[in-house]
């Protein structure tokens, strides 16, 4: 990964330096264990290594991109990431959740075994996006990229120190139970894999907006 990173510990302020328009990403854990007719469901969900059109994927994913739908046993991990969406939506985009909400569209699993990842990729058809972290490596991390490094200034200076106005990679750590939510139109991927035999398990879901 290029130098110009940072992580989310950094402070976001210094003196004289306003940070305009910032981005949103909040990150919750559930506080409990997943149950074992969850993770009954979840190992026995069915996966697939190639996309739509034949090629194949640098991880594997499930066969379905409906499972709250499809599963009753994830009845309750669906009604946990609704309640976050709501206050995600009241709090950080301050919209009258009486009058407005999200709905998920899709959710599916991803599962990255040793020696795989997951490519730089965005949510489209989304508002606003979700990761749920069933199983997670050692030093596990989500990491977001600034769509607009490069777009506006092609000058790059020899970098001394990351900041957090330099960066345009950014690594939220995570584990067991963590929920991240963000715009869906953020760039982000995940690392390698590098461990001889654990499995990276999450699960995502796109939303849309609904009501008045």
Same mark, same amino acid.
């Given at each position: 990964?290029?130098?110009?990173?940072?992580?989310?510990?950094? &402070?976001?302020?210094? @003196?004289?330096?306003?940070?305009? /328009?910032?981005?949103?990403?909040?990150?919750? =854990?559930?506080?409990? *264990?997943?149950?074992?007719?969850?993770?009954?469901?979840?190992?026995?969900?069915?996966?697939?290594?190639?996309?739509?059109?034949?090629?194949?994927?640098?991880?594997?994913?499930?066969?379905?991109?409906?499972?709250?739908?499809?599963?009753?046993?994830?009845?309750?991990?669906?009604?946990?990431?609704?309640?976050?969406?709501?206050?995600?939506?009241?709090?950080?985009?301050?919209?009258?959740?009486?009058?407005?909400?999200?709905?998920?569209?899709? &959710?599916?699993?991803? @599962?990255?075994?040793?020696?795989? /990842?997951?490519?730089?990729?965005?949510?489209? =058809?989304?508002?606003? *996006?979700?990761?749920?972290?069933?199983?997670?490596?050692?030093?596990?991390?989500?990491?977001?990229?600034?769509r607009n490094h490069g777009s506006f200034n092609n000058i790059e200076f020899p970098i001394e120190e990351s900041t957090f106005w330099n960066c345009w990679?950014?690594?939220?750590?995570?584990?067991?139970?963590?929920?991240?939510?963000?715009?869906?139109?953020?760039?982000?991927?995940?690392?390698?894999?590098?461990?001889?035999?654990?499995?990276?398990?999450?699960?995502?879901?796109?939303?849309?907006?609904?009501?008045?």
């Amino acid at each position: 990964m290029n130098n110009k990173s940072s992580t989310t510990n950094e &402070s976001s302020t210094t @003196k004289g330096v306003v940070s305009l /328009f910032p981005t949103p990403v909040m990150k919750v =854990n559930i506080n409990r *264990s997943f149950t074992e007719s969850e993770m009954q469901c979840i190992v026995n969900i069915p996966l697939e290594k190639k996309n739509k059109d034949g090629a194949i994927m640098s991880n594997h994913r499930s066969e379905s991109y409906y499972l709250f739908g499809d599963s009753p046993n994830l009845k309750d991990i669906k009604r946990i990431c609704e309640l976050e969406l709501k206050r995600y939506l009241k709090n950080v985009e301050g919209a009258d959740t009486d009058k407005v909400n999200l709905k998920i569209t899709q &959710s599916w699993l991803n @599962k990255i075994k040793p020696q795989e /990842f997951q490519q730089l990729h965005t949510h489209p =058809n989304s508002y606003i *996006s979700g990761v749920l972290y069933i199983s997670c490596l050692p030093n596990d991390s989500i990491v977001f990229t600034d769509r607009n490094h490069g777009s506006f200034n092609n000058i790059e200076f020899p970098i001394e120190e990351s900041t957090f106005w330099n960066c345009w990679h950014c690594g939220i750590p995570v584990k067991e139970g963590d929920l991240v939510i963000f715009p869906s139109w953020i760039m982000h991927h995940v690392e390698m894999n590098d461990t001889k035999d654990k499995e990276r398990i999450s699960l995502a879901f796109n939303t849309f907006p609904i009501g008045e």
